[in-house]
Antibody, heavy 124, light 108 residues
Framework: EVQLLESGGGLVQPGGSLRLSCAAS????????MSWVRQAPGKGLEWVSAIGGGGFTTYYADSVKGRFTISRDNSKNTLYLQMNSLRAEDTAVYYCAKLSGLLSATHTRYIDYWGQGTLVTVSS | EIVLTQSPGTLSLSPGERATLSCRASQSVSSSYLAWYQQKPGQAPRLLIYGASSRATGIPDRFSGSGSGTDFTLTITRLEPEDFAVYYCQQYGSSLWTFGHGTKVEIK
């Protein structure tokens, strides 16, 4: 059974930093691309970032480019999101998501499993 | 960036009725790389449809997807009580994934 367990959310001041983690199990982690998707309170889904299975290819939404860094440790089956220069508009539930295949195979770039999310609140 | 516009914003229907949800893209979605997700309050989204028309594992056949290019549709043939939720479309054909703003299907 695929399981994705996020951690690291919390309250942070504007301009601060936070690192989210996602522990994955139930599948061969390095065979799949992964992604982060966020949802502001009462709002819709917003894609944040994606990373290939080897960790070498990354993509970012324009809203976070230059401030957030996605990475993965395949030896620990863990996905990360380093968030710097946080703003009030980054307040959201952040979901870890597994893609159905590799980034190189466009037809498999949809999300087939989601974690339960971790809340990040940026406020003074 | 491909912008996805979902309509209507809210759909008020009764159990047993048919639901038709629309997702229109600002430019053509390559090879129908479009997915639909269902989200219930307090829960993570769940994959329903990928490739515009392929049902995900375990999804009942009352859910169906269709369309190509810039116009896509999610149809729920007979609404069950558990189908009342918010539905999002998403394109994954470009290197910038985008979601629509969602359609809420509520009980009339």
């Amino acid at each position: 059974e695929v399981q994705l367990l996020e951690s690291g959310g919390g309250l942070v001041q504007p301009g601060g930093s936070l690192r989210l983690s996602c522990a994955a199990s139930g599948f061969t982690f390095n065979n799949f691309a992964m992604s982060w998707v966020r949802q502001a309170p009462g709002k819709g889904l917003e894609w944040v970032s994606a990373i290939g299975g080897g960790g070498f290819t990354t993509y970012y939404a324009d809203s976070v480019k230059g401030r957030f860094t996605i990475s993965r440790d395949n030896s620990k089956n863990t996905l990360y999101l380093q968030m710097n220069s946080l703003r009030a508009e980054d307040t959201a539930v952040y979901y870890c998501a597994k893609l159905s295949g590799l980034l190189s195979a466009t037809h498999t770039r949809y999300i087939d499993y989601w974690g339960q999310g971790t809340l990040v609140t940026v406020s003074s | 960036e491909i912008v996805l516009t979902q309509s209507p914003g809210t759909l008020s229907l009764s159990p047993g009725e048919r639901a038709t949800l629309s997702c229109r893209a600002s430019q053509s979605v390559s090879s129908s790389y479009l997915a639909w997700y269902q989200q219930k309050p307090g829960q993570a989204p769940r994959l329903l449809i990928y490739g515009a028309s392929s049902r995900a594992t375990g999804i009942p056949d009352r859910f169906s997807g269709s369309g190509s290019g810039t116009d896509f549709t999610l149809t729920i043939t007979r609404l069950e009580p558990e189908d009342f939720a918010v539905y999002y479309c998403q394109q994954y054909g470009s290197s910038l994934w985008t979601f629509g703003h969602g359609t809420k299907v509520e009980i009339k």
